[in-house]
C-alpha cells in the first residue's frame, strides 16, 4: 500500500494556529440556524473544531453558540499529532472544552509506513498526561478506508492506545468502521479500559447489547436521524439510559433536515430531541440522564 510521509509539526510551534479545512464541493456550506434551547443542559461527547467548514467559526463562537442553546461543554477529540496537540490545548484554554487525543486508524498506516507510530504513541503518551487531556481517542480499528496491508498497524495502534488509557486511568473513544467484531475482539482479549466510548456508535441492536452487558457507553451522533440509520435506533432502544452519550462529530454527520451542511456542536439539540421521541421520553429527562454520563466518563469540565 502506497503511504504518503507524515508531516510532524515544527519544534515549538503554536498548537493554536493549527487549523484544517473540509472539502466544500458542491454542499450548502452555510450553518443552519440554532434551534431551541434545551431547559437541562447537555454535552457534545466529540467533536473536531480544529476544522473549518463552511464559513468557519472560531473556537469561541463555537462555544458561545453552543452555550446558547444550552450545550455546556464539548469534547475534543484529535486524530493526529497535530490536532492532537491542537485539542490538549484547546482544552487548556477553555474552561468548557475537555480534550481526547490519539492516532486515528486511517493514519496509523501512514505513521508506520514512515517508521514514526512509536514516536507518535509517545506524542499521544505526553499529551495525556496533562489535566484536561480525559480520553485517548479516537482509536480502533476501521476495515472500511484502510486495506488489509494497513490493518496490522491499525491492530498495533489500537492495543498501545488502550494501554495509555489504563496508564492513565482516563477514558477512550473508539472509531469503528466495518470492523465491529475485530473491535469486540481486541477488547476482549488485551481488556477494555475501565471508561469505553463507541464514538458515533454505527452497530446494531445485537452489538448494543454486548457494549451494555460488558459496560461501554454508546455515543449517538446525528445520523441516527437519518432514513437508512434503523440499525442505529434499534440500537439506541436496547442500550441501558445510563449507557447513552450524545456528539456531533462535527463538522460531520449534521443532523436531518440540515444534513450536509456544516455541524456544530449548537445543532446537538436536533439530535437529542429526536432520540428522546424515539425512546418516549422527554427531552429534559434525557438530557440530565446524558449529561451525568458524560460526567461519568470525562469528570468534570470546570476544574
Known amino acids: 500500500m502506497a503511504t504518503p510521509p507524515v508531516p510532524y509539526p515544527a519544534a515549538g510551534s503554536d498548537p493554536s494556529q493549527y487549523v484544517r479545512t473540509r472539502e466544500k464541493g458542491s454542499r450548502d456550506v452555510t450553518y443552519p440556524a440554532a434551534p431551541e434551547p434545551l431547559t437541562v443542559p447537555v454535552y457534545d461527547n466529540h467533536a473536531h473544531l480544529e476544522i473549518e467548514d463552511g464559513v468557519g467559526l472560531s473556537l469561541d463562537e463555537q462555544l458561545e453558540r453552543a452555550g446558547e442553546v444550552g450545550v455546556v461543554g464539548v469534547v475534543q477529540a484529535g486524530g493526529d499529532i497535530d490536532s492532537s496537540r491542537w485539542s490538549a490545548w484547546a482544552a487548556a484554554s477553555h474552561p468548557r472544552v475537555l480534550a481526547a487525543v490519539a492516532i486515528h486508524p486511517n493514519e496509523a498506516p501512514a505513521y508506520h509506513a514512515a517508521g514514526r507510530l512509536e514516536e507518535a504513541i509517545a506524542v499521544i503518551d505526553e499529551l495525556a498526561a496533562q489535566p484536561r487531556v480525559r480520553a485517548i481517542g479516537e482509536t480502533g480499528l476501521d476495515f472500511f478506508r484502510t486495506d488489509e496491508d494497513g490493518r496490522p498497524a491499525q491492530f498495533e495502534s489500537f492495543e498501545a492506545h488502550i494501554a495509555l488509557a489504563k496508564k492513565h486511568g482516563i477514558a477512550m473513544q473508539i472509531h469503528d468502521r466495518d470492523a465491529h467484531d475485530a473491535v469486540l475482539e481486541t477488547l476482549e482479549r488485551v481488556g477494555a479500559p475501565e471508561r469505553t466510548v463507541f464514538h458515533c456508535f454505527s ?101
Not at 222 to 227: S, W
Not at 231 to 248: M, Q, S
Not at 256 to 276: E, F
Open 203 to 303: 452497530g446494531d441492536a445485537d452489538m448494543a447489547r454486548i457494549a451494555g452487558e460488558r459496560g461501554y457507553w454508546l455515543s449517538f451522533a446525528g445520523n441516527v436521524t437519518f432514513n437508512n440509520a434503523q440499525n442505529l435506533r434499534d440500537a439506541l432502544a436496547v442500550i441501558p439510559r445510563e449507557r447513552i452519550l450524545v456528539e456531533t462529530d462535527a463538522p460531520f454527520l449534521t443532523p436531518t433536515p440540515h444534513r450536509g451542511r456544516p455541524n456544530a456542536p449548537y445543532l446537538i439539540p436536533v439530535t437529542v430531541r429526536y432520540m428522546a421521541a424515539e425512546l418516549g421520553v422527554g427531552v429534559d429527562e434525557l438530557c440530565a440522564q446524558i449529561a451525568a454520563n458524560t460526567l461519568e466518563v470525562y469528570g468534570a469540565f470546570e476544574d
